[in-house]
């Protein structure tokens, strides 16, 4: 079993003073392909809720598409799960955490899991390339803090070492703050630093850098800032970018049009380069353009629209990388369902001449969203619209901090 916790000697230290830690690489294995699961044998979720189970003759066949759309979907009780969930949904990609995102540490995987997990890749024919794994929300690669930075690079180098227990490829990762206590140009020296000695001490995982929304002193609202991490990561074969696209609209990019889509990917391409797109997050926006505020919607639903997401489900830039899901679900990922079906008819569906969302067949599509997702919210009893509340002043300041954490509305607490 790989160590998963560090030596509190060791803790103190700074990225750059410790010394490297070599594990062994995960064993190899054949890339599944991507067009249908072969499920065969029945699986147990553990959970708030226990998902249908699909069998060999229940199953039905995932889409066969070049854009692989999926979601962040639970592992709750255990990592195995969540490709059971993801196979439900009609996922051809899927994110999930693979520890708490919420604690700095977390029981080591228990070795029935690691197999099952594998078991399934097999069994339901994903390939590692389509999983994006989302690091733990309390990271902070950036904190000048020496200590603090050592207790950040403790929990990002575990969440590795399962990534490489488990035989996954890509790990998604929030860049970090400068707390208010650093230059800009210090936090990206200290994340790089940190994404160097992690790189020295794991073998084949590649660190998938996200953009932000620019909240507070969140580090990665520009494409800027990304491009100056990656060009101080030594080994460049590993390491990527997962584009938001409600963060890059909160952080001012307009992807709204065809023609603000296109000059966003050749700003990006300019700026940080093409090759290191690994993945994106697919969610619209609860706010307006340049709002800085990561909130996030259902596809369709919010500011960005639905004529954005057709631009992208039919840009050939984004093949073959994993399209994930963040979007509300009132915990029922029937919503996600729909939202993928959606997407994946985008794909199919011919752009018009002049895209906007008035259009009769983006209507007609998205009356499908808007329908389950209320079905949802009426199950659960939660109204996207709450009523607002009074918040002192100190949490508002710390809300501000936090904004960056998403809308994941999902149970992804690992329970293993």
Same mark, same amino acid.
């Given at each position: 079993m790989?160590?998963?916790?560090?030596?509190?000697?060791?803790?103190?230290?700074t990225?750059d003073e410790?010394?490297?830690?070599?594990?062994k690489?995960a064993?190899?294995r054949p890339?599944?392909?991507?067009?249908e699961? *072969?499920?065969?044998t029945?699986?147990?979720e553990s959970s708030?809720? &226990?998902?249908?189970i699909p069998t060999?003759?229940?199953l039905?066949p995932?889409?066969v598409? /070049?854009?692989k759309v @999926? #979601?962040?979907?639970s592992?709750?009780g255990?990592?195995e799960?969540? %490709?059971?969930?993801?196979?439900?949904i009609?996922a051809?990609? $899927?994110?999930?955490f693979i520890?708490?995102?919420?604690?700095?540490s977390?029981p080591?995987?228990?070795?029935?899991?690691?197999s099952? +997990?594998k078991a399934?890749l097999?069994?339901?024919n994903y390939?590692?390339?389509?999983?994006?794994?989302h690091?733990?929300?309390?990271?902070?690669?950036g904190n000048p803090?020496?200590e603090?930075?050592?207790?950040s690079? =403790?929990? $990002?180098?575990?969440?590795?070492?399962?990534?490489?227990?488990l !035989?996954?490829?890509l790990?998604?990762?929030h860049? !970090?703050? &400068?707390?208010?206590?650093?230059t800009?140009e210090e936090?990206i #020296?200290h994340i790089?630093?940190?994404?160097n000695?992690?790189?020295k001490?794991?073998?084949?995982?590649t660190?998938?850098?996200?953009?932000m929304?620019?909240?507070g002193?969140?580090?990665?609202?520009d494409f800027a800032h990304?491009?100056?991490?990656?060009?101080k990561?030594?080994d460049?074969?590993?390491?990527g970018?997962?584009?938001? &696209?409600?963060h890059?609209f #909160?952080?001012?990019?307009?992807?709204?049009? #065809?023609? @603000?889509w296109s000059?966003?990917?050749?700003? +990006?391409?300019?700026i940080i380069?093409?090759?290191?797109?690994?993945g994106?997050h697919?969610?619209?926006?609860?706010?307006?353009? =340049?709002?800085?505020?990561?909130?996030?919607?259902?596809i369709g %639903? !919010?500011?960005?629209g639905?004529?954005? +997401?057709?631009?992208?489900l039919?840009?050939?830039r984004v093949?073959?990388?994993?399209?994930?899901?963040?979007t509300?679900t009132?915990?029922d990922?029937?919503?996600w369902a729909?939202e993928?079906?959606?997407?994946n008819q985008?794909?199919a569906?011919a752009?018009?001449?002049?895209p906007?969302?008035s259009?009769v /067949?983006?209507?007609e599509? %998205?009356?499908?969203i808007?329908?389950?997702?209320?079905?949802?919210e009426?199950?659960?009893?939660k109204?996207k619209?709450?009523k607002?509340?009074?918040v002192?002043?100190?949490?508002?300041?710390k809300?501000?901090?936090? =904004?960056? =954490?998403?809308? *994941?509305?999902t149970?992804?607490e690992?329970a293993?």
């Amino acid at each position: 079993m790989v160590a998963t916790r560090r030596s509190s000697s060791v803790a103190k230290l700074t990225a750059d003073e410790r010394p490297l830690k070599k594990t062994k690489p995960a064993p190899k294995r054949p890339n599944a392909s991507q067009s249908e699961p *072969v499920a065969s044998t029945p699986v147990l979720e553990s959970s708030k809720r &226990t998902a249908e189970i699909p069998t060999a003759e229940s199953l039905n066949p995932r889409p066969v598409s /070049a854009w692989k759309v @999926g #979601a962040h979907v639970s592992a709750a009780g255990g990592v195995e799960n969540a %490709l059971v969930n993801a196979t439900n949904i009609g996922a051809n990609a $899927f994110a999930l955490f693979i520890k708490s995102q919420r604690k700095w540490s977390s029981p080591p995987l228990k070795d029935t899991s690691i197999s099952a +997990f594998k078991a399934r890749l097999l069994e339901y024919n994903y390939s590692p390339k389509y999983i994006l794994p989302h690091g733990s929300y309390l990271i902070n690669l950036g904190n000048p803090d020496a200590e603090k930075r050592a207790k950040s690079y =403790d929990c $990002f180098l575990d969440d590795l070492q399962r990534c490489e227990q488990l !035989g996954l490829e890509l790990y998604n990762l929030h860049p !970090g703050s &400068t707390v208010g206590a650093a230059t800009l140009e210090e936090s990206i #020296a200290h994340i790089a630093a940190c994404i160097n000695t992690a790189h020295k001490a794991t073998s084949n995982v590649t660190v998938v850098i996200e953009n932000m929304a620019g909240a507070g002193n969140i580090i990665g609202s520009d494409f800027a800032h990304l491009s100056s991490i990656i060009a101080k990561v030594e080994d460049k074969s590993r390491i990527g970018v997962c584009l938001d &696209t409600c963060h890059m609209f #909160a952080a001012g990019y307009d992807i709204r049009t #065809a023609e @603000g889509w296109s000059k966003t990917m050749s700003d +990006f391409d300019s700026i940080i380069n093409l090759k290191y797109l690994r993945g994106m997050h697919l969610n619209d926006s609860k706010t307006e353009l =340049d709002s800085k505020r990561d909130r996030h919607e259902n596809i369709g %639903l !919010g500011h960005i629209g639905l004529a954005a +997401f057709h631009h992208i489900l039919t840009d050939p830039r984004v093949q073959n990388i994993p399209l994930i899901l963040e979007t509300p679900t009132s915990e029922d990922p029937s919503v996600w369902a729909a939202e993928i079906k959606v997407l994946n008819q985008l794909s199919a569906l011919a752009v018009p001449d002049a895209p906007d969302n008035s259009n009769v /067949a983006y209507t007609e599509l %998205l009356g499908s969203i808007r329908s389950v997702s209320k079905i949802a919210e009426a199950k659960t009893g939660k109204s996207k619209t709450p009523k607002a509340k009074k918040v002192p002043q100190r949490k508002k300041r710390k809300n501000k901090e936090e =904004d960056e =954490d998403g809308d *994941v509305s999902t149970d992804n607490e690992v329970a293993s």
